[in-house]
């Protein structure tokens, strides 16, 4: 991280712009693994993130790394908002958030209540193509599921695979909703945000040819009516 922070960044910096003394909040932030790089080409950054050992993580790391980030372990729905209201030139989310919420439309207004006027959002998730279309090795592609699904389901806490059975007995389900695109559009742009781009990007497992995530950058202006 320390030798190649950009790295760690992809091809989101060019999305991010130039955050050098920027304030850049990282929402669900999770163990630091872009608010650190982000922290190291200079930005000044904000995480917040439900997990108190996601902070732990984060925070020994940064220190390794010889950066300073905030970090403020709170649902994201219940942070002070007075407290951070137009404060920040990025809102950047990443890699598997918007599941999380069963409100979107409440939560693109904090997004947007985050936001310094001239402030942008930059969200990358997996594209809701997901919702009927699925891939396992075994199956290879299968069409299942219904894209305008509103109920909410439960499902394993992000990274549980990766814990020994023994453990993973003790973690909680969660509920996951799943989106589609035009409920997050409509959401991003009813809270009075700008879209600027929405860029679709295939899959990273040989199926190149369906999308596996998708980025979307909004800008808060002042809109004159
Ligand atoms: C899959 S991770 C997102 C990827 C993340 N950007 C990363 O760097 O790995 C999801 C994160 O969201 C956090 N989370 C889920 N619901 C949340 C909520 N309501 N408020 C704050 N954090 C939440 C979890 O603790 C977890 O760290």
């Keep these: 991280m320390k030798s190649n922070p950009q790295k760690y960044l992809r091809k989101h910096l060019g999305y991010l712009g130039d955050v050098k003394g920027k304030r850049v909040a990282v929402l669900l932030g999770s163990s630091g693994r872009k608010a650190i790089p982000l922290a190291l080409i200079g930005a ?15 925070l020994e790391v940064a220190k390794e790394a010889g950066v300073e980030i905030e970090y403020i372990v ?12 137009h404060s920040y030139d990025v809102v950047y989310l990443e890699g598997g958030i918007l599941h999380y919420f069963a409100d979107l439309d409440s ?17 990358n998730d997996f594209h ?3 919702k009927f279309i699925q891939y396992t090795e075994d199956q290879g592609i299968e069409i299942k599921g219904d894209y305008f699904d509103s109920r909410l389901f439960e499902g394993a806490v992000a ?15 969660c509920l996951l909703r799943f989106w589609n695109m035009g409920e997050i559009i409509s959401s991003v742009a009813a809270c009075g945000l700008v879209i600027e781009q929405l860029t679709e990007e295939p899959r990273a497992d040989g199926n190149h040819f369906l999308p596996g995530s998708f980025t979307l950058v909004a800008n808060k202006f002042i809109v004159q009516k």
């Design 159 to 173: 990274y549980k695979s990766m814990f020994p059975l023994s453990e993973q007995s003790e973690f909680p389900d």
């Design 44 to 58: 000044s950054v904000t995480v917040v993130d439900i997990s108190e050992e996601n902070q732990r993580y984060a």
């Design 128 to 130: 809701p193509i997901r």
């Design 74 to 85: 709170s649902d994201v729905f219940e942070i002070d908002i007075g407290k951070f209201i």
């Design 107 to 123: 939560f693109a207004r904090i997004v947007y209540d985050l936001l310094k006027t001239g402030g942008r959002l930059v969200l």
